[in-house]
């Protein structure tokens, strides 16, 4: 079966997680992608936080399956004449480097384009091109802290707190995977390749939009109705951080089950739908709050919001989470449990889907990998384990054109 990137060359210059995220899905897809590093070390993320002595950590086997490695130092003449040599036949280079360090290297945007009017060069930098802070080096918590989600996530008497979802690693390379493919779009009506740049700060606000939304409402209104503070607390002129609460106008907590004294993830998340409120009423035992006018309506509700959650609670407390889950979904609530990681690892329902995949490295051996999490009905996606560094070096450059002298040339000038 065909894949929708077929024939599309991608180098990808890019190293520890939201460069090669990105790079990783347009594999997923179907792109040759040829993962440059530098010799020697490799990807930063081989050897960091390893489980096994010698072999590629997890952290860079789950971030670049599905692709091939060529080792070149960019710095050395050799290395740049191979460079020039790639982009010179592909459509797309990603990197995530430094702000500046492309450039250091000679690689600027005008110099690219000399080299390949058709290429797509596509960046990750922590902030903008222009913003105050555009000369940072940023990691993934300082992105989450500089694009909202810090401020708003936790309990109003904690600190800001960082998710466990790497907002402003992976989910900037899906951003810039989104952008590459339009611009791959626009070069079939242009004939051009164009610079597509997507900053972590950006990719993190993109998914705090609500919170700025809540951020304009506090400030006409002075209260967030559906924030736990409301009616009880009291509001500043800056959104809360709203623990559990749902982000939407359904109030929704995480709350315990069967357990929870001894097992951290003995939740689940259950939100009470406006429209649903009748039969969430009848599934925890109370259908004399359909109709008794202190319950019936979510204004009626809103100021004793957490004496309901709490009286589900007892109702749970016989209840496991996956118990609890199998009464709700017969009343068409929209709740679901808190699933640990082991959970996860071990699911069915995910290993069939193939959004949790076992794949056979060289040198770790099985190990577990997420799939594409965007299933497509005309492509299936294989996944195959992450290079060894310079697995694919000699195959590359023979792709390229070099015979076997100067490919052996290239490594002895890498190795000085
Ligand atoms: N051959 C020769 N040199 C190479 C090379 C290769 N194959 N690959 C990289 N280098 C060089 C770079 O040119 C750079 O050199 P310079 O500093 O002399 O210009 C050097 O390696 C270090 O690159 P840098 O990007 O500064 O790495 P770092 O480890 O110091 O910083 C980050 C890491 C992630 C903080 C930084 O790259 C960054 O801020 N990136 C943008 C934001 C981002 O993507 N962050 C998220 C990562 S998940």
């Not at 020039?84 to 250091?104: C, T, V, W, Y």
């Not at 559906?226 to 982000?247: K, S």
């Not at 008794?292 to 004496?307: E, G, H, N, S, V």
Request: proline share 5%; charged share 25%.
């Amino acid at each position: 079966m065909s894949k929708p990137l077929d024939g599309i060359k991608i180098i990808d210059f890019t190293h520890v997680q939201a460069g090669p995220s990105c790079a990783q899905q347009l594999a997923w897809f179907g792109a040759d992608v040829i993962k440059v590093e530098r010799p020697g070390s490799g990807d930063a993320t081989r050897t960091s936080l390893r489980d096994i002595p010698d072999a590629d950590a997890l952290y860079f086997t789950m971030l670049n399956s599905n692709k091939r490695s060529l080792t070149l130092d960019t710095k050395k003449a050799e290395g740049k004449e191979v460079l020039e040599k790639l982009i010179r036949q592909s459509d797309i280079m990603i990197e995530n480097f430094a702000p500046g360090a492309l450039d250091r290297m000679g690689f600027t945007w005008e110099y690219i384009q000399s080299l390949n009017p058709r290429l797509i060069l596509a960046s990750v930098k922590g902030f903008s091109d222009g913003h105050f802070y555009e000369d940072l080096k940023v990691y993934d918590n300082v992105a989450q802290a500089a694009g909202g989600a810090a401020t708003t996530t936790g309990f109003w008497d904690g600190p800001p707190t960082i998710s466990g979802a790497a907002l402003g690693d992976s989910n900037t390379g899906m951003h810039l995977a989104i952008g590459i493919l339009a611009a791959l779009q626009h070069r079939h009506l242009t004939g051009l390749g164009q610079k597509v740049a997507v900053s972590m700060q950006d990719a993190v606000l993109n998914l705090c939009r609500v919170k700025l939304r809540d951020q304009q409402r506090l400030e006409r209104t002075g209260v967030l109705e559906e924030y736990p503070q409301y009616p009880h607390g009291t509001f500043t002129d800056v959104v809360p951080r709203g623990g559990n609460a749902g982000g939407g106008g359904q109030p929704g907590w995480i709350l315990k089950c069967k357990g929870w004294e001894n097992d951290p993830n003995a939740y689940i998340y259950f939100t009470i739908q406006g429209t649903a409120w009748e039969a969430t009423a009848r599934a925890i035992g109370k259908p004399e709050w359909v109709t008794d006018p202190a319950y019936a309506t979510a204004k009626a509700r809103q100021d004793k919001i957490f004496d309901i959650f709490a009286y589900i609670e007892t109702w749970l407390a016989d209840k496991d989470k996956f118990e609890a889950i199998e009464i709700l979904r017969k009343f068409d609530i929209p709740c679901g449990p808190v699933l640990s990681m082991k959970e996860i690892a071990y699911d069915e329902s995910l290993r069939r889907s193939k959004s949790i995949v076992e794949v056979d490295h060289k040198v770790r051996g099985k190990y577990l990998t997420v799939g594409s999490p965007i299933k497509m009905s005309g492509a299936t996606v294989e996944i195959t384990p992450s290079p060894l560094l310079g697995e694919h070096t000699d195959e590359v450059l023979a792709e390229l054109g070099y015979n076997a002298t100067q490919i052996a040339a290239i490594h002895s000038a890498a190795a000085v």
